[in-house]
Every structure is written in C-alpha cells, then in structure tokens.
C-alpha cells in the first residue's frame, strides 16, 4: 500500500472546501449550465433548473429503477432506469464562472410554497368539500410534492439570471401583505420562488 498515491479531484469539480472523498458529477451538465448561463449573461432572461439533487453533501447516489421501484444496476441490463442525484453546487459553480446569479438550490417543497401552493391548497379544498374522494386525491399530491419523505426534500429547483435582476437586501424586513387587484406594484417578496428577486 505505500505506492498508492493520493487522488485529488480536479479543481473543476470540486470547490476549496471539499469535504468528500468522492463526488459524482456529470461534466456534459456542466458544459449545458454554462451554455445557458453565457446566453443569459449576453442577452438577459433566467433559466429555472428543477431535478432530484443535493448541494454538494451526498455521494454514491447512482441507482436503477424498474416499475417506481429501485433495481439493482447491473440486474438484467437495459430493463430499467438508471439515475443519480445532480450536483447542485456542481452546476452553480459551473454557472458563476459566467457571471450570473445563482440561487437556490431550494428544496421542492418550498418553493412550492413560496409559490402559494398552500393558498392553492386551501382553494381546491374549499371547491370539493362535498366530494370526499377528490379531497383525498388532493391531499395525496399535496403530500407527494410537498412531504418531506416524498418530493419536497429530494426535487431541487436552481435559478440562473443576470446580476442586475437581484434585489437588495431590506433594511427592515416588511411584514406580509397581499396586493389588491388594481395594485401596480410588483408583488411582496418572495416573488417566483426566491426572495432574492427584484422588478428592477
């Protein structure tokens, strides 16, 4: 054992505080990131990045699935999905190196919420109050999307947009307020899943 050398992970796919001993990245993720993050950085726009993922913290996530259930991945080759969590910090890294801002990754579960789902929620729930069976259906996806043990923890959403479009940060945080429909003003943050954002 004293000819192993230690391997270190190329700058490229790591950052200076690694605390891994291995990662999992997809380098062709990588090149598509930073195509969309220099097309925004010409010409303006955003790109929402949504998938199962992590910021940097998990290893060893490549796994197959067969019928929603995981397969083993070398079983019967070519029957099943196979798959591995995305590398959010990764993909930030690979987008800040083209001078736009990166938020998130956030969990599902909120921005969903940041989005209203909950308002939503109590909005379909109110229309089927005599309808036991759709309440219950909406009650399962509301769980699926949102619950912790289900999407809510495990989907990541990633924003990429130009520098100009954050917001400063408040001076003193306003309280909640909703907006009347005659209202002009952009709406209260969080606006589009992130507080960060801005109007400007």
Same mark, same amino acid.
């Given at each position: 054992?004293?000819?192993?050398?230690?391997?270190?992970?190329?700058?490229?796919?790591?950052?200076?505080?690694?605390?891994?001993?291995?990662?999992?990245?997809?380098?062709?993720? @990588?090149?598509?990131?930073?195509? #969309?993050?220099?097309?925004?950085?010409?010409? !303006?726009? *955003?790109? &929402?990045? +949504? /998938?199962?993922?992590?910021?940097?913290?998990?290893?060893?996530?490549?796994? @197959?699935?067969?019928?929603?259930? #995981?397969?083993?991945?070398?079983?019967?080759? !070519?029957? *099943?999905? &196979?798959? +591995? /969590?995305?590398?959010?910090?990764?993909?930030?890294?690979?987008?800040?190196?083209?001078?736009?801002?990166?938020?998130?990754?956030?969990?599902?579960?909120?921005?969903?919420?940041?989005?209203?789902?909950?308002?939503?929620?109590?909005?379909?729930?109110?229309?089927?109050?005599?309808?036991?069976?759709?309440?219950?259906?909406?009650?399962?996806?509301?769980?699926?999307?949102?619950?912790?043990?289900?999407?809510?923890?495990?989907?990541?959403?990633?924003?990429?947009?130009?520098?100009?479009?954050?917001?400063?940060?408040?001076?003193?945080?306003?309280?909640?307020?909703?907006?009347?429909?005659?209202?002009?003003?952009?709406?209260?943050?969080?606006?589009?899943?992130?507080?960060?954002?801005?109007?400007?």
């Amino acid at each position: 054992m004293e000819n192993v050398k230690e391997c270190v992970l190329p700058p490229q796919y790591t950052t200076v505080d690694e605390r891994r001993d291995h990662v999992e990245v997809c380098p062709g993720g @990588g090149v598509i990131v930073q195509q #969309l993050a220099n097309r925004i950085a010409e010409d !303006g726009g *955003a790109a &929402l990045i +949504a /998938d199962y993922g992590h910021d940097g913290t998990k290893t060893d996530t490549f796994r @197959g699935f067969k019928g929603h259930r #995981l397969h083993p991945v070398l079983e019967a080759p !070519g029957s *099943a999905d &196979l798959t +591995a /969590d995305v590398d959010f910090s990764y993909l930030r890294k690979m987008a800040a190196r083209m001078g736009v801002a990166c938020l998130g990754p956030l969990p599902q579960r909120d921005f969903l919420r940041n989005m209203g789902v909950d308002t939503r929620m109590q909005v379909l729930l109110s229309a089927c109050q005599d309808d036991p069976p759709a309440r219950a259906q909406l009650l399962h996806s509301y769980e699926l999307l949102t619950g912790a043990a289900h999407m809510g923890l495990r989907f990541h959403f990633l924003c990429l947009l130009v520098q100009s479009r954050l917001a400063p940060p408040p001076a003193t945080p306003r309280p909640p307020q909703g907006l009347k429909m005659e209202d002009k003003r952009p709406a209260p943050l969080p606006v589009a899943g992130f507080s960060e954002l801005s109007f400007s």
